[in-house]
């Protein structure tokens, strides 16, 4: 079985500053790559960073970077110089090779003027 | 280009009647998923088409939701007898293949309320 847990429901970050959301998940399979969503309130579902499992590296996207810990399944993003323009439902996924994606339950991201 | 579209953006239907929701994903990509997203909660897979494959049916809550795909482009995703509980948004998402390696476009969702 493959779960995403996202234990945020909620966060808030001032305007300017970096804020992290956190994100476990599990999965049996060895290939699979992991997601970050972003959907604001016109519902439109955005990619913001994805992580290849087999990558050591973590994935960064200009203010976007991950830190993905494989062994401990844990893949966290964190927004750098957080801007109004963040504020959204953030999902994680996870797309392992043979079977669905799996989204977490999302964390609603605040951002403070 | 343009993106994956749905068709209606909303809809208002009472408890019993069915409804018809449309995918038009981006042209060229084989793979088309439609998921529901219950209010405050995150999305749940429903079913996905990959090609000429027969379609992953796994997520469909019941034998009340159904969905085809005609000539590999547009998806129609069919709900009988709603129900209050089917009041979700739906979305749908494409992508050029369903491997890991290939990033899922998505719609901008039909909201569906079932009074």
């Known amino acids: 079985a493959q779960t995403v847990t996202q234990s945020q429901p909620e966060m808030s970050v001032q305007e300017a500053e970096t804020v992290t959301l956190s994100c476990t998940y599990d999965t049996s399979e060895s290939d699979y790559y992991l997601f970050w969503y972003k959907q604001p309130p016109s519902r439109q579902m955005i990619l913001v960073i994805r992580?290849?499992?087999?990558?050591?590296q973590n994935a960064t996207e200009n203010r976007f970077s991950v830190n993905f810990q494989k062994a401990a399944k844990s893949f966290s993003l964190k927004i750098s110089d957080s801007q109004l323009g963040d504020a959204a439902m953030y999902f994680c996924a996870l797309k392992p090779w043979n079977n669905d994606m799996r989204f977490g339950a999302g964390t609603r991201l605040t951002v403070k003027p | 280009g343009a993106g994956v579209s749905q068709s209606p953006s909303n809809k208002v239907t009472e408890k019993g009647k069915d409804v018809e929701l449309r995918c038009d994903p981006i042209?060229?990509?084989?793979?088309l998923y439609w998921y529901r997203q219950s209010l405050g909660q995150g999305l749940e897979f429903l079913i996905y088409?990959?090609?000429?494959?027969?379609?992953?049916k796994s997520g469909l809550p019941s034998d009340r939701f159904s969905a085809e795909r005609t000539g590999g482009s547009v998806s129609t995703l069919t709900i009988q007898r709603t129900q209050q509980e089917d009041s979700a948004v739906y979305l749908c998402?494409?992508?050029?293949?369903?491997?890991?390696?290939?990033?899922?476009?998505f719609g901008p969702g039909t909201r569906l309320t079932v009074l």
């Open positions: 042209s060229g990509h084989t793979a």
């Open positions: 998402a494409s992508s050029l293949e369903s491997s890991s390696y290939n990033e899922q476009f």
């Open positions: 992580q290849e499992a087999y990558k050591q």
């Open positions: 088409f990959q090609g000429n494959s027969a379609p992953d």
